[in-house]
Each structure stands twice: as structure tokens, then as C-alpha cells.
């Protein structure tokens, strides 16, 4: 693996979906910054799967790379091989961060038997969001990276725990924040508003929260009524996606479509809106969410927050994080003008910290100090061939029943060697193949959102 010590500081992102496409690039740009004169060069690579971003979500998006392309694993593996970067981003989903470490401790491990530089690059990796479900299964996934990075001081307590509870290494751990928050702090507008600066309240919605139609029915009928019950205000329902493209997590059943059978249809005043979640919070004044990570940057920024209670308070939703914050909130209590108030420790813990301290006493622009740290301190281990292996904690001595599967999924072998038949990073695409791999891709889709439902409601009957 060849030796990379120029200037500026070189950065590859891989990535899985836009959301952590975004998580990626911007956590990058927070942890690297100043340690080179130079700043940065990002490179941005997407991993091709049924979440590929397309080139609208990627504009909407808004963070850019001075290279971005789509690559499999294999083929992402070999270019870290031929072009070493210096730190390395992984934005993906647990298994798929499982394999990419193991691909990189085999390239890293060939270079030092074939005598080429020992030196390889800081991998850091981590959250785009919110972590409420399979947080043992998705944390010893990520195990082995340089830094796995925990979004408050809640959560770094948390995946320590984990680690030193089976026995692994926890020094990987290291507390930041979500990256995307900021934008203005919100300034309650005198009533009555003016007609062209209404009283904005925005419905995010999430791709597979809730999962049934029966429930994602009842929160678009009660949005409905909220709107014909305030007349004088503007109410939003702000979409991930459009049909046919994904996000992080699967849509089975879009608003957009459930909206053409909704009795009565859509009042006048609500909307259906797309765009960067910071540019609609511009003009927010009440957030309503079921367990969306805009709920965090819209606390941040102190708009008035709240988190549905109407389907429960249930693992299942995710909206079980936000116990304790003072913003659980029902349909009922705000068609009633109710406005949470959010516990101001709870903010701390999150680190959502606007306009004040947040864990630690520590503000949001210093969540990072730690983080750009430790990346300085293992750039310069990794300049001295200092650096020790990836050593993950799933190995096939501690997990060869679950281990393998995982790794064949990326097409690459127990060792991280590449299974016969892997896609080739040689040459790129030809037409053809990329026709078939947008048709599959395409009827992936359509059956998850069209297919999958109908077999379900069948399989109910």
C-alpha cells in the first residue's frame, strides 16, 4: 500500500444512502480541519445498492466532493489499494462497515508482507442519527475502526458499555456530535402574522416510521385535521424521497401515494414539500415528529419540538429516545395550541447545544475538539508506521458462525479477500451493464413499494 503524505490532507467517504452521504462528507470536514495547513481534498464514493443516491437527492443533499462515484465494495477496496488516502470515512450500515474492515486489514496486511510502507489510513466511522434499536449488534459491526464516533455524551457512555461488556477494546469511542446541526436560532414572531410569514408547522416524516398503512393513514388524516382546524397557518409535510428513489431505511408506502386516498382530500393550506431539512426549518415554527433526526436540529435551534405520542411511546417508533426530554406531545394537545418545552439536561446529553453548553459544558462548535484530536494524534502514528492493525472484534475465532455471511455479502471471503467472481475495479461499466444495473435497481424498488404490500395485505386476509 503506497506510503500518502501530501499535502492537503487527503479524505475518502463511502457511502450508503444520501443521509449518511451527508453524515459522511460533513463529519469529515469537522474532524480534519486543521490538521493540515492545506485543509482537505474529499473524495466522495457511493456503494451501489438498493440506497444509491440519485442525482436529485444528491443536490438536495447540498455537500459536495471534489470527486464522487459509484463503486462496489470490491472495487472501492481496490482503489484504497492504488490510491491510499489518509483517513478514511465510513458512512454505511453495520454489516457493510464489518466488511470494509476487513477488506482494508487485508490490504493493509498484503502491503506489509509484500515490504511496501506499513503506513495506512485512520478509519473513522459511526451514527448518521439517532441510535435506538440493535445497538450491540450495530456497534461490534463497527468495531475495529480507529474512531467510532458517538453523537453525545448519552451515547458514548452507552457504546463503551457495550464494547467492555464482551471484552473488546472501547479507546475506539470517542464523543462528538451530529455534524449537520447550526443554522439560526429560532426568534418567535409576534401574532397576528403577516399573510405572506404564516405560523409554519412542519410534519417531518420518516421512510419506514411508522411501517403500516393503517398508522402512516392516521398521522396524514390528523395533519389534515390540524391544518383545517388552524386555517391561518402554513402546515408542511416535509418528504425524504420521492416513489422509486430510497433513503437509509426502506419506504413501503409513501405519503405521496396514501395522500390520493385520503377522504376529503388535502386542505388548502397543507403542503407537500421536498429540500434541505435546514432550509425549511428556516421558516418553522413547530416541529412534528414521530422520531426524526430533524427533531435534534430543530431543538437545537430551540424551534418549538414535538414528538408524537398518538401510536405510543414503543421501541418500535424510536420515539422511546426522546423520554425524559419534555417533548413527548399528542395530535390532541397541539390541535389545543399546546407547545413542549424541552428539558434543558436532556438537550445536554444529546448534545444539542445552541446558544449554550452542551455535555461536558462543552459548546457545539467544541463537540468536534476531541475528535480532530485524535485524528491528529493517529495521522501521526500513522506517518511513523506506528499505527497498529484493524483488528475487529468479530473474527472467525469469535463469531465464525455470523462473520463469513456478512463478509459474502460484499462479495469478499472470511480472510476480506475477494470471492471469485466479484466485480472488477479494471475497467468501468459498459453500457449495457449499467442499463441492467439501473433496471434492477429499478425493480427492487417497485417491489418493495408496490409488490411487497400487496403480498402482505394478502398474507393478512
Same mark, same amino acid.
Given at each position: 500500500?503506497?506510503?500518502?503524505?501530501?499535502?492537503?490532507?487527503?479524505?475518502?467517504?463511502?457511502?450508503?444512502?444520501?443521509?449518511?452521504?451527508?453524515?459522511?462528507?460533513?463529519?469529515?470536514?469537522?474532524?480534519?480541519?486543521?490538521?493540515?495547513?492545506?485543509?482537505?481534498?474529499?473524495?466522495?464514493?457511493?456503494?451501489?445498492?438498493?440506497?444509491?443516491?440519485? @442525482?436529485?437527492?444528491?443536490?438536495?443533499?447540498?455537500?459536495?466532493?471534489?470527486?464522487?462515484?459509484?463503486?462496489?465494495?470490491?472495487?472501492?477496496?481496490?482503489?484504497?489499494?492504488?490510491?491510499?488516502?489518509?483517513?478514511?470515512?465510513?458512512?454505511?450500515?453495520?454489516?457493510?462497515?464489518?466488511?470494509?474492515?476487513? %477488506?482494508?486489514?487485508?490490504?493493509?496486511?498484503?502491503?506489509?508482507?509484500?515490504?511496501?510502507?506499513?503506513?495506512?489510513?485512520?478509519?473513522?466511522?459511526?451514527?448518521?442519527?439517532?441510535?435506538?434499536?440493535?445497538?450491540?449488534?450495530?456497534?461490534?459491526?463497527?468495531? %475495529?475502526?480507529?474512531?467510532?464516533?458517538?453523537?453525545?455524551?448519552?451515547?458514548?457512555?452507552?457504546?463503551?458499555?457495550?464494547?467492555?461488556?464482551? %471484552?473488546?477494546?472501547?479507546? &475506539?469511542?470517542?464523543?462528538?456530535?451530529?455534524?449537520?446541526?447550526?443554522?439560526?436560532?429560532?426568534?418567535?414572531?409576534?401574532?397576528?402574522?403577516?399573510?405572506?410569514?404564516?405560523?409554519?408547522?412542519?410534519?417531518?416524516?420518516?421512510?419506514?416510521?411508522?411501517?403500516?398503512?393503517?398508522?402512516?393513514?392516521?398521522?396524514?388524516?390528523?395533519?389534515?385535521?390540524?391544518?383545517?382546524?388552524?386555517?391561518?397557518?402554513?402546515?408542511?409535510?416535509?418528504?425524504?424521497?420521492?416513489?422509486?428513489?430510497?433513503?437509509?431505511?426502506?419506504?413501503?408506502? @409513501?405519503?405521496?401515494?396514501?395522500?390520493?386516498?385520503?377522504?376529503?382530500?388535502? @386542505?388548502?393550506?397543507?403542503?407537500?414539500?421536498?429540500?434541505?431539512?435546514?432550509?425549511?426549518?428556516?421558516?418553522?415554527?413547530?416541529?412534528?415528529?414521530?422520531?426524526?433526526?430533524?427533531?435534534?436540529? &430543530?431543538?437545537?435551534?430551540?424551534?418549538?419540538?414535538?414528538?408524537?405520542?398518538?401510536?405510543?411511546?414503543?421501541?418500535?417508533?424510536?420515539?422511546?429516545?426522546?423520554?425524559?426530554?419534555?417533548?413527548?406531545?399528542?395530535?390532541?394537545?397541539?390541535?389545543?395550541?399546546?407547545?413542549?418545552?424541552?428539558?434543558?439536561?436532556?438537550?445536554?446529553?444529546?448534545?444539542?447545544?445552541?446558544?449554550?453548553?452542551?455535555?461536558?459544558?462543552?459548546?457545539?462548535?467544541?463537540?468536534?475538539?476531541?475528535?480532530?484530536?485524535?485524528?491528529?494524534?493517529?495521522?501521526?502514528?500513522?506517518?511513523?508506521?506506528?499505527?497498529?492493525?484493524?483488528?475487529?472484534?468479530?473474527?472467525?475465532?469469535?463469531?465464525?458462525?455470523?462473520?463469513?455471511?456478512?463478509?459474502?455479502?460484499?462479495?469478499?471471503?472470511?480472510?476480506?479477500?475477494?470471492?471469485?467472481?466479484?466485480?472488477?475495479?479494471?475497467?468501468?461499466?459498459?453500457?449495457?451493464?449499467?442499463?441492467?444495473?439501473?433496471?434492477?435497481?429499478?425493480?427492487?424498488?417497485?417491489?418493495?413499494?408496490?409488490?411487497?404490500?400487496?403480498?402482505?395485505?394478502?398474507?393478512?386476509?
Amino acid at each position: 500500500m503506497p506510503a500518502s503524505n501530501r499535502n492537503p490532507l487527503r479524505v475518502a467517504v463511502l457511502a450508503d444512502s444520501d443521509t449518511r452521504w451527508k453524515w459522511g462528507a460533513l463529519t469529515a470536514d469537522r474532524i480534519v480541519t486543521g490538521n493540515r495547513t492545506d485543509g482537505h481534498r474529499l473524495s466522495g464514493f457511493l456503494l451501489r445498492g438498493r440506497a444509491t443516491p440519485t @442525482p436529485r437527492q444528491l443536490e438536495e443533499v447540498g455537500v459536495r466532493a471534489d470527486s464522487l462515484r459509484e463503486v462496489t465494495a470490491v472495487e472501492f477496496l481496490s482503489e484504497m489499494e492504488r490510491d491510499t488516502p489518509d483517513v478514511i470515512v465510513l458512512a454505511l450500515v453495520g454489516g457493510a462497515v464489518q466488511a470494509m474492515l476487513h %477488506g482494508l486489514a487485508r490490504v493493509t496486511a498484503d502491503a506489509r508482507l509484500t515490504g511496501a510502507s506499513a503506513k495506512r489510513p485512520v478509519v473513522v466511522t459511526g451514527y448518521v442519527g439517532v441510535v435506538y434499536e440493535k445497538l450491540a449488534d450495530g456497534l461490534l459491526l463497527r468495531h %475495529g475502526a480507529d474512531i467510532v464516533l458517538a453523537n453525545s455524551r448519552q451515547d458514548a457512555e452507552r457504546f463503551r458499555a457495550v464494547y467492555e461488556g464482551v %471484552g473488546a477494546d472501547a479507546s &475506539s469511542v470517542t464523543e462528538a456530535a451530529l455534524p449537520f446541526l447550526g443554522g439560526a436560532p429560532y426568534v418567535k414572531k409576534n401574532q397576528p402574522r403577516a399573510e405572506n410569514d404564516p405560523y409554519t408547522v412542519v410534519f417531518a416524516a420518516q421512510p419506514s416510521v411508522p411501517e403500516t398503512a393503517a398508522h402512516r393513514t392516521y398521522l396524514l388524516r390528523r395533519l389534515a385535521e390540524h391544518a383545517r382546524l388552524h386555517p391561518d397557518r402554513e402546515v408542511l409535510l416535509k418528504l425524504r424521497s420521492k416513489p422509486g428513489e430510497h433513503t437509509t431505511h426502506i419506504e413501503e408506502l @409513501p405519503y405521496q401515494k396514501l395522500t390520493q386516498r385520503l377522504d376529503g382530500g388535502l @386542505p388548502d393550506n397543507l403542503r407537500l414539500v421536498y429540500g434541505h431539512m435546514g432550509e425549511v426549518l428556516d421558516r418553522t415554527d413547530l416541529l412534528v415528529t414521530v422520531s426524526s433526526t430533524a427533531a435534534l436540529e &430543530s431543538l437545537h435551534r430551540r424551534i418549538p419540538t414535538a414528538i408524537l405520542t398518538d401510536l405510543g411511546v414503543r421501541e418500535a417508533l424510536g420515539n422511546h429516545h426522546f423520554t425524559g426530554s419534555g417533548c413527548l406531545a399528542s395530535f390532541d394537545q397541539l390541535d389545543a395550541g399546546h407547545l413542549p418545552e424541552p428539558d434543558e439536561r436532556w438537550l445536554s446529553r444529546q448534545g444539542v447545544a445552541a446558544g449554550g453548553a452542551s455535555s461536558g459544558g462543552r459548546t457545539y462548535e467544541q463537540a468536534f475538539d476531541t475528535a480532530r484530536q485524535r485524528v491528529g494524534d493517529l495521522l501521526a502514528e500513522a506517518a511513523d508506521g506506528r499505527l497498529a492493525p484493524i483488528a475487529p472484534y468479530y473474527s472467525l475465532t469469535t463469531a465464525r458462525g455470523y462473520l463469513p455471511g456478512i463478509l459474502a455479502r460484499h462479495h469478499l471471503g472470511p480472510d476480506g479477500t475477494p470471492l471469485p467472481g466479484a466485480p472488477s475495479a479494471e475497467r468501468d461499466p459498459g453500457p449495457v451493464r449499467q442499463i441492467v444495473r439501473r433496471a434492477a435497481r429499478g425493480a427492487y424498488r417497485h417491489g418493495v413499494q408496490r409488490v411487497a404490500p400487496v403480498i402482505r395485505r394478502m398474507g393478512e386476509l
